[in-house]
């Protein structure tokens, strides 16, 4: 067997990916996150289905339900199946300690938050790079804003301090799943994450915002040494 040079930080989306799918059981529904470290999640998962696992996905962006149905990975909804045992997602950035994230650089964080919000267990995968000591300043933060007025949301956004750039697809504004826009805003150290979750969303014209707080319960590092897992603590 030829094993191709992967570049390091893939590797280590692979080892985080793959202690991860070994806590996905029988019977579960899984909630299949959205980036490139879910995707080899799912990938390795359609291969234990194959096997012979039987688990049912609710997908967090139509990109990540296509690639689940190429794969053969059963798929659910929430009208058949209001709660989900296990989601394993990516995240841009991981803050240690609290386990706070900044999701969204790849545009389907509300999806993702939903899913995360409806589910027992939050496994989030993300190679060594993607943690940090506080949330901010490395990566932009994402923040969905409804398409209509959108000029006036970004107005306030600034006015506000958050120097937002619209995100583009080519010359066209970026649409997500839910045909919203995102604003990629610049903040460079967030002391208090739940406060600014809760400025952005009461922002008239934000919809949400890639702050996710309180909803990981476990981050797998890839590590090159291996993966190591980092449990919320309870209580
Ligand atoms: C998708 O909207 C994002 O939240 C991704 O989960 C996040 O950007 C991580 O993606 P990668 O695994 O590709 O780095």
């Not at 070994?22 to 996150?33: F, K, Y």
């Not at 609710?58 to 990540?64: A, R, V």
């Not at 045909?179 to 150290?189: E, R, S, T």
């Not at 400025?199 to 797998?220: K, P, S, Y």
Request: proline share 3%; glycine share 10%.
């Amino acid at each position: 067997m030829t094993i191709e040079a992967a570049p390091a930080a893939d590797s280590l989306k692979r080892v985080a990916a793959a202690r991860a799918v070994e806590e996905i059981e029988d019977g579960m529904v899984v909630g299949l996150g959205s980036g490139s470290t879910a995707t080899l999640a799912l990938e390795m998962l359609a291969e234990r289905v194959a096997q012979g696992l039987r688990i049912v996905g609710i997908p967090t962006s139509e990109t990540i339900a296509a690639v689940a149905r190429r794969l053969g990975v059963p798929l659910t909804d929430f009208e058949r199946n209001r709660r989900i045992d296990v989601t394993i997602d990516g995240a841009d950035q991981v803050a240690r300690g609290t386990l706070d994230l900044i999701k969204g650089l790849g545009g389907a964080l509300l999806r993702e938050k939903i899913v995360a919000s409806a589910s027992k267990r939050m496994i989030v995968v993300v190679d060594e790079t993607k943690m940090v000591n506080r949330l901010g300043g490395k990566t932009p933060l994402p923040v969905e804003i409804a398409s209509f007025g959108w000029q006036t949301t970004l107005h306030r956004l600034t006015e506000a301090g958050y120097a937002p750039r619209l995100r583009y697809d080519g010359d066209r504004p970026f649409a997500t799943d839910g045909g919203n826009h995102i604003a990629d805003c610049v903040v460079a150290d967030i002391a208090d994450p739940a406060a600014l979750e809760a400025r952005l969303r009461a922002t008239v014209g934000v919809v949400d915002c890639g702050l996710f707080v309180g909803l990981a319960t476990e981050i797998v590092v890839g590590h090159t040494a291996g993966a190591e897992v980092i449990k919320r603590r309870v209580g």
